[in-house]
């Protein structure tokens, strides 16, 4: 590659400074995009009210159930860039970045279009309260006609973490969020467009986000020739990429349709849980940036010392990076949870708002360091291809755990206490996959 500069090679130096250097971008950026969600939770909360707060609460399980199975494809990108990376294989990522893009166009335009048309129909199944529905209806919508510009950036942003490149993303998503703030204000505080300019404000920011990272691989990566429109498509990168994408993406999916299905529980609390859960949502998703950023490293330093068949190292990384993550998401959860209750007050003054999100917020907290463990070890599993366990275990936490633990509490307990199946799931996927680790003779026989 002729730009090497922004990269960083995971087959050599220090390991967890690596991944650390790695991840520092990536969790200033996931910062930068729970800022998205959590500006329109404030200026929404402060200038429309709860009915309106809860819709943007409801509304953003749909989207991510049609959106997550293309951003498992990206995934999967993501992983084959950094196998072709680590064994010097450019002409390869060259055809499978300009299959991505023509794949981006194919299936963005067509989901942003079924997402506009079905939404009325998905949030009435999700039994979303009469007094929600109509501001919930137009938020969904909006941000579905978002939905090329999604796809694009984090396709673009799997293709560039592949190569060892974490840096660019989180300048794109500054340049996105300070637009998203500046709308924000502009469409909802100022104009009063209400939760439809906040969804304007959110795509918009989107499609920033994606020009951004097309200019910047055209830029620094010229060899990649990558192009703005669809140009051609190689059919066994496609294949490959497909292959394993789409158990990704569908395991994303179908969690994301669990998480929808948990909505539905948290609305048969009424709107005040409902407004409560929301709000307690932007409080734990900042302790999902060091989860997801080191496990994006994590996906890079196993497929690159795989490419380059440096097994000693990956050996000697398996153990440290999920150990890191898990200590980083635990450090951060007890932080925020001491200053839980001033955060919690700037989206909300109601005092059972804030009850329940207290709750929801302390219960997430305590329990998210098991997730970054499970999370760690499954994308180190992943970034090898070794995708069939990870993909189960993905769906037993929600299907036979989450799911039902949430049914069993709302039923028989205190609906209000439905998050204790959430924090159930997490320890229940790291010990299967602290199981595989040690007997799957398929993961032994790699780090043998």
């Known amino acids: ?23 520092l971008p990536i969790v200033i950026g996931n910062v930068l995009q729970q800022l998205y969600t959590t500006v329109d939770a404030l200026v929404v909360g402060n200038y429309c009210g709860d009915a309106s707060l809860a819709a943007i609460g409801t509304s953003s ?73 109509a501001p919930s209806v137009s938020y969904t919508r909006i ?4 939905t090329l510009g999604n796809i694009g950036y984090n396709m673009n942003a799997g293709i560039l973490r592949g190569m060892g490149d974490s840096k660019a993303s989180l300048w794109f998503l500054l340049v996105s969020c300070i637009a998203n703030v500046v ?79 948990m909505q539905t529980f948290v609305n048969a609390q009424g ?6 859960a929301s709000v307690a949502g932007r409080i734990t998703g900042c302790t999902n940036v060091a989860i997801n950023a080191v496990s994006a490293a994590a996906t890079t330093f196993s497929g690159q010392n795989y490419g380059a068949q440096n097994i000693d190292r990956l050996r000697q990384g398996y153990i440290k990076i999920p150990l890191v993550n898990g200590l980083i998401t635990l450090g951060l959860g007890l932080a925020i949870i001491s200053f839980r209750m001033p955060l919690l007050g700037f989206f909300s003054e109601d005092p059972m708002v804030l009850m329940y999100a207290s709750r929801y917020v302390v219960t997430m907290l305590l329990s998210q360091w098991a997730f970054a463990v499970f999370n760690s070890i499954s994308n180190i599993v992943n970034g090898v291809g070794l995708i069939r366990f990870t993909t189960i275990i993905n769906l037993l936490m929600l299907w036979a755990v989450r799911i039902p633990g949430a049914y069993i509490i709302s039923t028989y307990f205190d609906g209000t206490y439905v998050m204790l199946s959430i924090a159930l799931s997490f320890f229940f996927g ?14 032994r026989a790699i780090i043998a």
């Not at 941000?143 to 978002?146: A, D, H, S």
């Not at 709107?271 to 409560?276: D, S």
């Not at 790291?430 to 993961?443: D, H, L, P, R």
């Open 430 to 443: 790291m010990f299967c996959m602290i199981f595989y680790y040690i007997f799957s003779k398929k993961w």
């Open 183 to 261: 709308l924000d204000l502009v469409l909802v505080a100022g104009v009063g467009m209400d939760v439809r300019g906040a969804a304007i404000a959110t795509i918009a920011a989107m499609y920033m986000s994606w020009a951004a990272s097309i200019i910047y691989i055209k830029t620094r990566f010229p060899e990649l020739e990558l192009t703005v429109f669809p140009r051609k498509v190689v059919k066994r990168e496609l294949r490959r990429m497909l292959t394993l994408g789409v158990p990704i993406g569908l395991n994303n999916s179908l969690f994301s349709f669990g998480h929808m299905a």
């Open 61 to 133: 399980q749909p989207v991510e159930v049609l959106l997550c199975i293309f951003l498992g494809i990206g995934s999967g990108v993501s992983i084959l860039v950094s196998q072709y990376s680590g064994a010097r294989e450019c002409d390869r990522i060259r055809d499978l970045s300009q299959t991505a893009i023509s794949f981006v166009y194919c299936v963005g335009i067509i989901l942003g279009v079924l997402g506009y048309f079905l939404a009325p129909w998905i949030l009435s199944v999700m039994g979303v309260p009469e007094d929600a529905f």
């Open 1 to 23: 590659m002729s730009s090497t500069t922004a990269k960083i090679d995971m087959t050599q130096g220090p390991i967890m400074k690596n991944v650390m250097l790695f991840a």
């Open 271 to 276: 709107m005040t849980f409902m407004a409560g």
């Open 143 to 146: 941000v579905f006609l978002g």
